[in-house]
């Protein structure tokens, strides 16, 4: 929108301009608890039009997942803190991190009254597997053994052979390969139970969802473009259970208008402040905001099949680069704070996480070290000083500009190479570029944690031949530590091996981290008890009035 | 008259084609795969998308894709939105929203544009006209996104007299504020039209004559400055309802308003090609109607025009 890219960028210029205040980060600032506040309270929040209609397995985008997540209950949910909980499973079993045996807790209904059983779930997760009915997050289920049958392109095969149900509250699913952590994954909304009439008539379902969750869909509640209302699912008896009289998401096109909203009390809470606010919230707002990092992060990723980036000359570069970037000066000036320098691949809120991983020094700015490094390389293979490195980010949305710009002046300065920043008018032209691998320079990329695991940081971005894979890394030692952290025999030992691999990755840096996302978000002052869960989102749940 | 009503209402035949020919390609032409798009960050599963560029036509070469499309129209089937929505749904949401917006920013523009440029017009060189002038002359001068968020945080934030985004209903009341916006730009303009089409009638022969023939100031005004000073400011205000509704994007924005700017902003951000294509030529027609109106009101108010066939 022209205005909204324009303001932004005024937006962007005042908080360039702003001097350094030092609000570096800080606690979160919950209200926690769940004491008190009236329950009669229907919460309004801000959100976007799903892209696609309400399927678990065909929503992937945060529109539509914030929904998903809310009218539907799976084996596990997360708590706020990342940890899963069991919500419809009984127990999830398995000993050799390959096999498991899961049963579910008796006297499950969906909304419309039909039972929840073993078959359910075998049901819902082989239609978002199978190629036929193409489901955007189909391939969550590639762990699953004969996943790969029933998802190549025009297969017959519509079931994986890894899922067999034992009887009604019990099912088996066979892995292709260990893979320890695979119980953390069950939390995502892919992987929860659909109602039969879905798998017969998913676009009608799509539009009047019916689930199992702490909300259901209101009558006519998917007003599209304007709003989507939720109310409490009576019969809902999880960890999750609805606090107030409902949820109802306004749509919103541009985050300054839900902004404008918000102060004058007309929504209750804004997910995320918009970059043009974020110098006055603190002020507007007073003690109703929060700052809570969450799991994910921003990196550049830098091709290994672009020449002067590739073998020993390529790697000694990005190490350069790396350590001639000064995270904590952007992170203060151009985000006042609603960042944290990276010391790893993944995000402080994991289980596992270490902020001392050898090879950690690379992500620190060291000038000396940094031109030091470059100039090892250019011994290797010289760089030819007309070339010009380029950092690619798509302008659309995210508000990029400004800490790519920042960077660049960063690396002119310390490495006294030509850098340029360079825009993508949209999100999707940097994406075709990037999975096309006809990228000619770095991209800048970022990660959203889809389950609260170190794995979902490296395995689908790092490892040979993964889909996200953006950079085309591929280094067996790294396949080889990860292989062993999938096959380990609990979560901890697994998070050991996970970090082993991250050495050769802070080594290699195919992508180098920047920083961890913090969530920073802001109430009306007729709601109490707001909270942001492990993933950036509000808890809704537990959201109370005054 | 008839056959010319008939002549012009062919005329929309190529015009149709044309604009959806032209929208067809250009969206075709966007750089990036919308199927691609549509898994974000995520890798992209080939069947799946192998499966989703079927469905929407979009493995086929830009001919097949444009034919298919209008025969789609022709069977009243303009296809489905990423959400799997029919596209003619989508549009008979979004319409209804931003033609009440647009008309009322017309009506806001007609009125006050009118009546401050008469009492302008015919109080040329005094305080009130000065003082219209020079503000009619500001609020052309500053861009709408400016005004737009300037009354949005007054009014709708400190003031608290409007909500500052419209609610789910988009009712006239909600509108109010953001027609206001819309309509400011062109206020201006028909204000500043009226008072110049005013004086130069006000020294026109019949005018002289009207008043000498002892009619009364109340009719002069009326019948003969009046009437006479409308047909450039009719053109004017034909020609600006299709601009307010294709025009209205940025004032959607800033309001929220679910409208035919907010939908068509998310097609062509999303590569929707045929959304967008629905969209604009429904604003094509909506343009070009209501040129043909502004043609017959000229013949209304001023009886020396004649269409022959």
Partial sequence: MRFSRTS?????????????????GGGSNTAGGSTGGDASKVIIADGSEPQRPLMPADTNEVGGGKVIDMIFAGLVSYDPSGKPVNELAESIEGKDGQHFTIKIKKDQKFTNGEAITAKSFVDSWNFGAAAKNAQLSGAFFESIKGYDEASAEGSKVETMSGLKVVDDQTFTVELKQPESDWPLR???????????????????????????????????????????????????????????????????????????????????????????????FKTDLGDRTINKPYAGNQTIAIPEYLPEWSGEAGKLRRQAISMAINREEITKVIFSGARQPAKDFTAPVLDGYSDSIPGSENLKFDAEKAKAAWAKADAIQKWDANKTFTIAYNADKGGHKAWVEAVVNQLKNTLGIKVEGKPYATFKEARNDATAGTLTGAIRAGWQA???????????????????????????????AISEGLAASSVSEGNKAMNKAQETLLTDLPAIPLWYQVAQGGWSDKVSNVDYGWDGVPLYYNITGK | MATYILKRFLQLIPVFLGATLLVYFLVFSLPGDPIVALFGDKPVNEAVAARLREQYHLDQPFWIQYLLYLKGIFTFDLGQDFSGRPIAAVLGEVFPVTARLAVMALIFEAVFGIIFGLIAGLRKGKFFDATVLIASLIVIGIPIFVL????????????????????????????????????????????????????????????????????????????????????PVITFLGADLGALMGGAIVTEGIFNVPGVGNRLYRAVTQGEGPTVVSIVTVLVLIYVVSNLLVDLLYAWLDPRIRYDA
């Fill in chain 1, 186 to 280: 069950l939390g995502y909304t892919a992987f929860v139970p659909v109602p039969s009439g879905a798998l017969k008539d998913p676009k009608g379902f799509g539009e009047k969802p019916v689930g199992n969750g702490p909300y259901k869909l209101a009558d006519g509640g998917w007003q599209h473009n304007v709003q989507i209302q939720l109310v409490p699912n009576p019969e809902y008896n999880g960890p999750r259970k609805a606090k107030n009289a409902g949820v109802t998401f306004k749509i919103f096109q541009n985050d300054d208008a839900a902004y404008q909203d918000l102060l004058s009390n007309n929504l209750d809470i804004l997910q995320t402040i918009p970059t043009s606010a974020l110098k006055n």
């Fill in chain 2, 148 to 231: 737009g968020f300037l009354l949005q945080f007054t009014i709708g934030v400190q003031l608290g007299w409007a909500k500052p985004t419209v609610s789910s209903a988009a009712t006239v009341q909600d509108l109010i504020l953001p027609a206001i916006v819309l309509g400011l730009g062109s206020f201006a303009y028909v204000l500043r039209l009226t008072r110049t089409s005013v004086i130069e009638n006000m020294n026109a022969d019949y005018v002289r004559t009207a008043t000498a023939k002892g009619l009364s100031r109340f009719r002069v005004v009326r019948v003969h400055i009046l009437r006479n000073s409308l047909i």
């Fill in chain 1, 450 to 480: 889809d389950y609260p695991s170190l794995y979902n940081f490296l395995g689908p971005i790092y490892k040979t031949g993964a889909g996200s894979n953006d950079a085309r890394y591929a280094n067996p030692a790294f396949d080889k």
């Fill in chain 1, 8 to 24: 932004k960028a005024l937006g962007m210029v005042a908080i360039a301009a702003l001097a350094l205040t030092g609000c570096g």
